[in-house]
């Protein structure tokens, strides 16, 4: 029996919309992929990133010729789309089994081309094992950071040293799979965790989508190399620290006063009551917009993109994806914010007008 979640109303545009994206995701990272110029060629989380990173260091030490990994990335593509597939099927399957108590909200509406891309099941395990907790981190966000590293081991190799781009976006990404690594706890307040089911959208995503794309432009400077100055380079990496900026101190923010709202550091911020018992802050980052976090993501993602130059949109095509993506993403949590608060959402959209940019959106 479906539970109460399915006759939730029905997101990205229902099966069909679910069908074409099953189609349109994996096409458009091979899409990237194939663009000109491209083909030629358990702990905590963050310990498992350093775990990776000794492991690379010792077999780079030892001969491992890591920048062969960039001739690679093709057929690695296609096994981590399989793979997401297959997984997704095993996922949907497991679901039949799972009590109602156990099903997503949303991706139990009875039509399987739909369930089958939302997800059935909310936090599908095995024993101890969460699927969906180790999946949405570890394997593509460490496979992420390892791409980049062998596009940089390969440019070295290629023209004597990586360049300041390179090292650059190298450096920027780094830092943002450490943060989300070091703080991974914080990943079970997302909306990923706590709302969707775990199903060929997510799967997708974090296997395939995040180390193939989100690298692309590490693979696009390794084929199209870009001068950078020192100033122009200071200037991106002042983009990029405000971008984290703000970035860590709203989630921190809220992660902090979700978890005590008595800790000093949040104690005095304003507040708005709910219905619920829970708390809406309403001064500090999350009064200047209502996803203050999502602004500083997106700062950090032009800053990405800069190193590469402007004579190409591929390098740009994770920050309008992004934007899209999050822009979407605050409009779904402003609905399930609606519906969990109600008049005291509301009374936030007041006190607090702009959704991402203050005075533009
Ligand atoms: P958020 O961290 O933005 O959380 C939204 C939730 O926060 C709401 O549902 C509500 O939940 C709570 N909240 C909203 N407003 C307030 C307020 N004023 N006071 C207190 N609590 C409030 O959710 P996401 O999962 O979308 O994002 C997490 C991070 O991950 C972001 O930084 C985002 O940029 C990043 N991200 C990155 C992606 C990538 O591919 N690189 C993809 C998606 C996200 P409640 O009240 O129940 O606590």
New binding site residues.
């Given amino acids: 029996m479906a539970p109460q979640g399915s006759r939730a109303p029905l997101e990205f545009g229902g099966p069909l919309g679910a069908a074409a994206l099953m189609l349109l995701l994996p096409a458009t990272m091979f899409h990237l992929l194939l663009s000109p110029g491209l083909t030629l060629c358990w702990g905590s989380g963050f310990q498992a990133l350093v775990l990776t990173a000794l492991l690379v260091g010792l077999g780079v030490s030892a001969g491992l010729p890591l920048g062969m990994l960039t001739e690679m990335l093709l057929p690695l593509a296609w096994v981590a789309t399989l793979t997401a597939f297959i997984f997704s099927l095993l996922l949907y399957l497991k679901a039949l089994m799972a009590p109602a108590s156990a099903l997503a909200p949303g991706g139990n509406s009875g039509n399987p081309v739909y369930d089958f891309f939302l997800g059935r099941e909310l936090n599908p395990r095995f024993g101890s094992f969460d699927c969906k907790y180790f999946c949405e981190l570890r394997p593509g966000l460490i496979g992420w950071v390892l791409i980049n590293l062998a596009l940089l081991v390969q440019e070295a190799e290629l023209r004597g040293s990586p360049s300041l781009a390179m090292w650059l976006v190298n450096g920027f990404q780094l830092l ?1 799979v450490g943060d ?1 690594l070091w703080h991974e706890e ?2 079970l ?4 965790i ?1 709302h969707d089911g775990f199903g060929f959208m997510l799967a997708f ?1 974090d296997l395939a989508w ?1 180390p193939f794309t ?1 690298s692309l432009q590490a693979q696009f400077l390794l084929y199209h190399p870009q001068p950078l100055e020192l100033p122009t380079a200071s200037v991106i990496c002042l983009v990029n620290a405000v971008g984290y900026y703000i ?1 860590r101190g ?2 921190s923010q ?1 992660n902090t ?2 978890k005590n709202p008595s800790d000093p550091s949040v104690a005095g911020l304003e ?2 009551s709910t219905a619920t018992g ?5 001064s500090g980052w ?2 200047m917009v ?2 203050p ?2 602004l ?3 700062i950090m993602a032009l800053a990405w993109s800069l190193p590469c130059g402007v004579s190409h949109l591929l390098p740009y095509f994770y920050l309008l994806y ?1 934007t899209a ?2 822009v979407h ?2 409009a779904r ?1 402003e609905q ?2 609606l519906q ?2 109600g008049l005291a959402w509301r009374e ?1 959209c007041r006190r ?1 007008p702009y959704r991402i940019v203050p005075y533009i959106y």
């Fill in positions: 943002y989300a914080a990943v307040t997302t909306m990923d706590t995503g995040v989100y970035f709203a989630n809220k006063f979700r507040t708005i829970r708390q809406l802050l309403v999350w009064g209502r996803h976090n999502y500083g993501d997106l992004f993506l999050l993403r605050e949590d399930q914010c969990k608060y936030y607090v």
